[in-house]
């Protein structure tokens, strides 16, 4: 593989292909004519011999196309199309939509690599699909499926390609290219450009990807502003991944940095993409941990086209106006109500709601004739529709013509001859509905809930066989409260309000859901999401090591199981693409105390990586300053360097470092909020941490971090969460003792850098 920047004009670097020089066909196609971007090229000799410039001569023909396709969007006139207005408006906000997506962002390339197949068709790769006035494409679209091959193809598995060109930029400015030949011409007598050298690694070995200066440049570049797409790069087993069909639910267990949420965020876009309509209809969801994460990630699938994707908490998603979240739960009442079996309670306690046995009977009157269905048929008609296990509300609607259906019964005996109207007329009669009132009243969802957690008679019934009875009073409120909107609900009720809604209608089902972070939730939470995909599909990405919440799940077989998709594949991504090999290797020794059996990230990045681990004296008033200031000189120390900033500390230690940074005169920006050129210091609590990323972290007291937490194996896990934000450098800084994993001499193999305490 060879990196070709800038070369002079008419330089034609070594390992171009025959055709690239000018002697053949002109893949780069730069010119006017058939075969640009894709089809066989045409022959004769290329305008230029400068590949690069043949590539901006592409890249500024595609831009002027693009144009002319925006143009022709703008200029349609709907008018003639549709005479009525509801469709006209839905076409012009279709068209608007389009108009949107074929801008044409200066700032990022229009196309970012290029295969050259053995058939001779020669395909630009971009973000999106662009063609010429005849139709003929200019760049392909990245999902395309002849896009595929970019992403996986290898001198292996070559997959029809005879070349693979990847391009770099500056800016909007194409400014190089570099070439890995898969397939050797079919008149090879000399060892190919690009073919392995002596001592290169193996094509296929890990490791071989590093090889490649563009695709290790942006692995490494420094991060600034919002996460960005890596469309450009994506690897071959997370485009696996990201192209695993929309039927099967996919789920990931990947350590931290090796791409997840990038990952889940391009599998949404790539199934938009390939079942546009199917996905328009059913809609998509991608759920994350907190609002600062959402805001984190939110330009990513913009940028990749896809603007109608709702992201989401499993908080924001649960939420009802009439159940306000106001209170927060003990860990152990957490625990219970996040519990699988408080399913059955729940459910339980809407059923409860039947009460089979009317007051009287049930008399209906037509004509100059009464029908009368005694009380104790009525309750049998009820249990039997209770045994079938309907929703409660599919229940109700079934019990009124159940009823009129026994009293056409009783009419067809006396000799009438009534109809399917007459059914109706009787189950919408007054007297029916008199008893399907008393019988199978209509329930609130958050009244259920609120007797559930307010009446320890009532949840003992209830929770019988289910909960013991420790159990049952660590979910019981203290004071039950006047009424719904008066309760302080916590978040673990609201899933249960939730789960009360849908014992009582079915809820909506998407057709595709991404839920990132996933090792935190709950399996009421699991079953709240899975309530959303019911009839479609997930993508599940996670971290069991990351996993902070007291109920976090220990094992994906039974988180799938909870989230209604059980056997669902389980894949693990384990080449980290954020932390350096020094702090990945310092981080992953809490493994085996907060996930054994999971395996430590590698580092692909080739940098190993600014550590350092800092003590400070502790003890007095002074020395605690001191420790504050030594925290603000090592945010300092990193704000020279180019790049992103996180200070991650936990909340105890939160006001002290706000009034050190004060006293320093530097300013800082909450997690989420956007880092730019001039503001790109965060001070981030440790709970907030999970999922972001900064070029440079300072972690400071790990203890404090630790003892966040309600117990030691979380508030290690959140300790290894926070280790693992840093892309290019971390320093620890501390003044209590370091967890006893982290204290440890440090291994030789990892240097002498780790630990400078
Ligand atoms: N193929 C790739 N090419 C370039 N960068 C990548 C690639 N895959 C991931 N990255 C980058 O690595 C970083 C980590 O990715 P991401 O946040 O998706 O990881 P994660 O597995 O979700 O991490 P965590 O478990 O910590 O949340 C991001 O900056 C992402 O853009």
């Known amino acids: 593989m060879t990196d070709h920047s800038t070369p002079a004009p008419g330089d034609v670097p070594d390992d171009v292909s025959e055709a690239e020089t000018g002697t053949g066909t002109d893949p780069g196609g730069a010119g006017p004519g058939p075969g640009r971007g894709g089809g066989p090229a045409p022959g004769g000799v290329p305008a230029s011999r400068d590949p690069l410039a043949r590539e901006r001569a592409h890249l500024a023909a595609s831009r002027a196309a693009l144009r002319a396709m925006r143009a022709d969007a703008e200029a349609l006139d709907i008018r003639d199309v549709t005479a009525n207005w509801v469709n006209a408006e839905a076409l012009a906000a279709g068209i608007e939509d389009r108009i949107a997506a074929l801008a044409d962002l200066a700032h990022t390339p229009l196309f970012f690599g290029r295969l050259d197949r053995t058939d001779a068709q020669v395909f630009h790769i971009g973000r999106r699909h662009v063609h010429d006035a005849d139709g003929d494409p200019m760049v392909i679209d990245w999902r395309a499926p002849v896009s595929q091959p970019f992403y996986r193809a290898s001198p292996t598995d070559p997959q029809g390609v005879a070349l693979r060109r990847r391009f770099g930029y500056t800016g909007g400015e ?26 290169a690694p193996e094509p296929d070995a890990p490791g071989a990807r590093r090889t490649s200066a563009l695709l290790q440049a942006e692995i490494e570049r420094p991060r600034v502003g919002p996460m960005r797409d890596i469309v450009a790069t994506i690897q071959p087993e997370q485009d696996e991944i990201v192209r695993a069909g929309v039927d099967g639910t996919v789920c990931v267990q990947g350590a931290p940095g090796t791409g997840k949420t990038a990952v889940g965020l391009h599998r949404v876009a790539y199934l938009l993409y390939a079942h546009r309509e199917q996905l328009a209809r059913t809609g998509t969801l991608v759920i994350g941990p907190n609002d600062s994460f959402l805001r984190y ?90 045994e079938r296990g309907l929703r409660y509300g599919a229940g109700r ?197 907060i996930a054994p059996g999971l395996r430590p990230a590698t580092s692909v990045r080739e940098s190993p990586g600014d550590f350092a681990v800092r003590r400070a004296p502790g003890g007095t008033d002074e020395s605690t300053a001191a420790a504050d200031r030594m925290v603000v000189d090592a945010c300092r120390e990193a704000l020279d360097r180019e790049g992103s900033v996180g200070l991650i500390a936990a909340e105890e230690r939160l006001p002290a470092l706000r009034a050190a940074l004060r006293a320093a005169g530097l300013g800082w920006l909450s997690p989420g909020a956007e880092t730019s050129a001039a503001a790109r210091l965060t001070l981030v609590p440790a709970v907030l941490a999970k999922g972001l990323e900064y070029d440079y972290v300072v972690l400071d007291e790990p203890a404090a971090v630790v003892a966040g937490e309600p117990d030691e194996r979380t508030g290690l896990r959140r300790l290894y969460v926070a280790l693992t934000r840093a892309v290019s450098g971390l320093v620890v800084v501390h003044t209590r003792p370091l967890p006893e994993a982290l204290a440890a001499q440090v291994p030789t193999e990892y240097g002498a850098v780790a630990r400078r305490s």
Do not use: N
Request: with cysteine; hydrophobic share 45%; glycine share 6%.
């Open 174 to 199: 194409l400014t190089a290219y570099e070439d890995e030949r898969l397939t050797p011409p079919p008149d090879a007598r000399v060892p190919q450009p690009g073919s392995p050298r002596p001592g």
């Open 397 to 593: 609607e079934a019990l009124p013509q159940r009823i009129a259906h026994a009293v056409l019964v009783r009419m067809e005996q006396a000799g009438e001859a009534p109809d399917d109207r007459v059914q109706d007329a009787v189950a919408r009669s007054a007297a029916v509905k008199a008893v399907v009132r008393q019988v199978w009243p209509p329930v609130d969802p958050a009244k259920v809930v609120l007797r559930l957690l307010s009446d320890a008679e009532f949840l003992a019934e209830q929770a019988e066989g289910l909960l013991t009875a420790e159990e049952q009073r660590a979910v019981l409120w203290e004071k039950a409260p006047r009424g719904v909107r008066s309760a302080r609900w916590s978040a673990a009720d609201a899933v249960l309000v939730d789960e009360a809604a849908d014992a009582v209608q079915r809820t909506p089902s998407l057709g595709h859901v991404v839920l990132d972070e996933a090792q935190d939730l709950s399996a009421m939470q699991y079953r709240a999401v899975g309530r959303r995909c019911s009839t479609g599909s997930a993508t599940v990405l996670g971290d069991l090591a990351q996993g902070t919440t007291p109920w976090a799940t220990e094992s994906w077989e039974a988180a799938l199981e909870h989230l209604g998709k059980p056997g669902a594949a389980v894949e693990e991504l384990t080449e980290g693409f954020r932390v350096p090999r020094e702090v990945i290797a310092y981080a992953s020794r809490l493994l085996p105390g």
């Open 297 to 386: 990630i939110e330009q990513v699938l913009p940028a990749l086209g896809e603007v109608a994707v709702r992201q989401t908490t499993v908080e924001a998603l649960v939420a009802r106006p009439d159940v306000p979240v106001r209170a927060v739960d003990g860990a152990e009442a957490a625990r219970v109500k996040g519990d699988a079996r408080m399913a059955g309670v729940v459910r339980r306690a809407v059923r409860a709601g039947v009460r089979p046995l009317p007051a009287e009977p049930c008399v209906v009157v037509r004509g100059s004739r009464r029908w009368r269905i005694p009380a104790h048929e009525i309750a049998e008609l009820a249990e039997e529709l209770l």
